[in-house]
C-alpha cells in the first residue's frame, strides 16, 4: 500500500474521530413499556408517614401504567385550594434523596446516592443557578409568555402555576424497592385558574411518572413543563481536566435521532416536533421526557442573564421523567430507543458489543483498568490473523521496492502519457502476480478493524461505569485525562518502536514524515480520558509482542523457502 495514502488514511481517521458523533445509527423504536399499579388497598405506609404502595410481582423498574386521577372539580364550582406558606417535602430512595418545594410544586434538589461530585459527595442534579434565578425544575410556561424559543424568566417565576403555594398531600416519603409513592400538589384560586400535579414514584428508579391538569375558566390548558439551567454542577476544574461532550437536547423522532448543543446554539434550530422523546443531557447524566400518549414537542431555549447564557430544555404533555445516569441498561428498558443517548455514535453495534463484554470481564476481574487491558488483549487474539496477513503483504512489498522503483524509474512519462501509464501498470501487477502479492493486502486488513476502534473510542468515552473508577497508583478515574501524561507519554513510545518494527515500503522522506505520527498521537491523546489511552497504551505494547513474533515467524519462513531452493 502506497505510504502516502497511509499517512492520509490515519489523518482522516483522526478526523473521523472527532466528527463522527455527529451521525447516528437509524433504528425503529420501540413500543413504551407500561407497569400495572398497585391497588389502594395494597397501600402501606413509609417511615415517615408517606403514603407507599409494593408494585405487583410482574412488574418491571421503570416502566407504569398510567393509573386512574381525580379530576380536577369544575370551574364553577371550584374552590380556593392553597398552602399558607412554602413547604418542603423529601422523597428518598435507594437511588436518589430528592426535595420538593409546593411553592409551585417544583423540584429543589435531586441528589444521586450511587453517583458522586468532585467533593465526594452525593451529585447534585439540580443547577444551583436555580436559586439565584428563582425558576425550578419542572416550573410550568403557558403559551401566553412568548411564542418559542423565546421565553421570559421573570414571567415564568411571576406566574401563580409557578408563584402559588399548593396544597401538598402527606408527608416526606422513604420509597423502598419495590414500591411506590406519590406526591400530589393542589391549587385553586377559586376563580378561573385550577392546577394539580402528580408525580409516581417506584423504589429502585430513576424515572417516575407525571400528570399534569391545567384549567383555565373551566377549559383544560396544555403548558409546557421547564428543566435547566444546565444540568448538574461542574466546577470548572472538574470540566478542565474531563473529556466531556458538552451539555445539550437529544430528541429522537421516529428513527431520527437530533443533538444540539449549548455551544452551537441557534434559535432557528432549537424547536423539535412530533418527538419520541427529548432530553437534557451530558456526558454522563441526562434528564429524560417521555411525552404522555402523542408525540410532544421540545426546545432548547436561551436566556441571557446579566451578560451571560443560561440554557433550558421545555417540553409539551409529559408523561414519564427519567432523571440520572445515563446507564445503558435502565435507558434500554424504557423503550422508544432512549438507549441513544449513549452517544455510541455511526458504529454503535460494535459499541453495544464491546460494552457487553467488558460488562462480563469485569464480573470476574471487578476493576475497569484491568477489564479493559483483558479486553484489548481478546480483541488482539481476534485479530492476529488479519494483522499477521497485514505484515505479511507489507513485508512482500517491501522487498518489491526496488523493483517497483525499476519500473517507475522505465516509465518516466507515465503521469502524463496514458499509454505509458497503460504499460506500466500492466507491468506492474504481472509483478505482483509473479511475487504472489496483493497490493491491498497490507491494508484491507486494517480498514477492517476501524469499526472496533470507533466502537471501543465510543464505550469508553461514554459508559457511566468508567467514571469515577480508578485503575492502578496515579490513575484514580478512567474518566479524565492522566493528571500526569505518563500513559500518552508511554503511548508515544510504544507507538514509536511499533511503527519501527512494522514492514514499510516507505522511501527515506516518507520514513522521516511516518516518524512524526508517534508525537502527533501523542499531543492528540493528552486530553483524553485514561481510559482510553490505557487501551491505545495496551494495544501498542500487544502489539508489539505480535511484531515480534510476526517478524520471527516470517524469518523462518523465508529461510525455510531459501533452503529448499538451495537444496535445488
Known amino acids: 500500500m502506497d505510504t502516502k495514502r497511509l499517512i492520509l488514511a490515519i489523518l482522516l481517521s483522526f478526523v473521523i474521530l472527532f466528527g463522527y458523533q455527529l451521525l447516528f445509527v437509524k433504528k425503529a423504536p420501540v413500543a413504551q413499556p407500561v407497569i400495572p399499579s398497585a391497588s389502594p388497598a395494597a397501600q402501606v405506609q413509609s417511615a415517615q ?31 380556593a385550594v392553597s398552602a399558607a406558606s412554602e413547604i418542603k417535602t423529601r422523597v428518598q430512595t435507594s437511588l ?63 406566574n401563580p402555576l409557578n ?6 398531600s402527606g408527608s416526606d416519603l422513604v420509597i423502598k424497592d419495590g414500591q411506590k409513592g406519590e406526591l400530589r400538589f393542589r391549587y385553586s384560586d377559586g376563580k378561573d385558574l385550577e392546577v394539580e ?171 475497569w483498568g484491568w477489564s479493559i487491558i483483558i479486553l484489548t488483549l481478546i480483541i488482539k487474539i481476534i485479530f492476529f490473523p488479519l494483522t499477521y496477513s497485514s505484515s505479511k503483504s507489507m513485508a512482500k512489498m517491501a522487498e518489491l521496492q526496488p523493483k517497483i522503483k525499476a519500473l517507475q524509474h522505465k516509465y518516466k512519462k507515465s503521469k502524463t502519457d496514458i499509454d505509458e501509464r497503460k504499460r506500466m501498470n500492466e507491468e506492474m501487477m504481472a509483478l505482483y502476480k509473479q511475487h504472489g502479492v496483493n497490493p491491498a493486502g497490507g491494508c484491507l486488513p486494517l480498514i477492517i478493524q476501524i469499526p472496533f476502534f ?10 457511566i461505569e468508567f467514571r469515577q473508577s480508578p ?30 518494527m512494522t514492514p514499510s515500503t516507505a522511501d527515506s522522506g516518507q520514513a522521516k514524515m511516518m516518524m512524526i505520527m508517534p508525537f502527533v498521537m501523542t499531543i492528540f491523546f493528552m486530553n483524553f480520558q485514561s481510559g482510553l489511552v490505557l487501551y491505545w497504551l495496551t494495544s501498542n505494547v500487544l502489539q508489539i509482542g505480535q511484531q515480534a513474533l510476526i517478524n520471527s515467524m516470517m524469518r523462518r519462513k523465508k529461510g525455510e523457502t531459501h533452503g529448499k531452493s538451495g537444496k535445488k
Open 454 to 463: 470507533f466502537g471501543i473510542f465510543s464505550m469508553l468515552r461514554s459508559a
Open 197 to 367: 400535579k402528580i408525580y409516581t414514584f417506584v423504589g429502585g428508579a430513576y424515572d417516575f411518572q407525571v400528570d399534569i391538569k391545567v384549567l383555565r375558566a373551566g377549559k383544560a390548558v396544555e403548558p409546557r413543563i421547564l428543566w435547566g439551567p444546565g444540568i448538574g454542577n461542574p466546577t470548572p476544574e472538574e470540566i478542565k481536566k474531563s473529556y466531556n461532550m458538552g451539555g445539550g437536547m437529544t430528541s429522537m423522532a421516529g428513527k431520527s435521532l437530533y443533538r444540539i448543543e449549548e455551544r452551537k446554539y441557534k434559535p432557528e434550530n432549537s424547536v423539535r416536533n412530533f418527538l419520541d422523546w427529548a432530553a437534557y443531557d451530558d456526558n454522563y447524566f441526562c434528564v429524560l421526557f417521555l411525552p404522555a400518549g402523542q408525540a410532544g414537542t421540545a426546545a432548547l431555549v436561551r436566556a441571557d442573564v446579566n451578560g451571560s447564557a443560561s440554557f433550558f430544555l421545555t417540553m409539551s404533555r409529559p408523561g414519564r421523567i427519567f432523571l440520572g445516569p445515563k446507564d445503558f441498561d435502565r435507558l434500554s428498558a424504557l423503550g422508544h430507543n432512549a438507549k441513544k443517548l449513549l452517544r455510541f455514535g455511526t458504529f454503535g453495534i460494535f459499541a453495544e458489543v464491546l460494552y457487553s463484554t467488558i460488562k462480563v470481564i469485569h464480573r470476574a476481574f471487578p476493576n
Open 163 to 168: 408563584a402559588a403555594f399548593y396544597e401538598v
Open 49 to 79: 408517614g408517606g403514603t407507599v404502595s409494593p408494585v405487583r410481582p410482574d412488574a418491571q423498574p421503570g416502566r407504569t401504567e398510567t393509573a386512574e386521577k381525580p379530576a380536577v372539580p369544575n370551574a364553577a364550582a371550584a374552590e
Open 96 to 158: 436518589f434523596d430528592a426535595v420538593w418545594s409546593n411553592k409551585g410544586g417544583v423540584l429543589l434538589s435531586w441528589k444521586l446516592k450511587k453517583h458522586l461530585d468532585g467533593k465526594k459527595q452525593p451529585l447534585e442534579m439540580v443547577p444551583l443557578a436555580t436559586e439565584t434565578l428563582g425558576v425550578h425544575p419542572f416550573s410550568l410556561i403557558e403559551e401566553a409568555q412568548g411564542a418559542l424559543p423565546v421565553i421570559d424568566l421573570a414571567a415564568i417565576k411571576a
Open 471 to 500: 485503575w492502578i497508583l496515579w490513575i484514580g478515574d478512567l474518566s479524565v485525562r492522566d493528571p500526569y501524561y505518563v500513559t500518552p507519554i508511554l503511548m508515544g513510545i510504544t507507538q514509536f518502536i511499533t511503527q519501527k
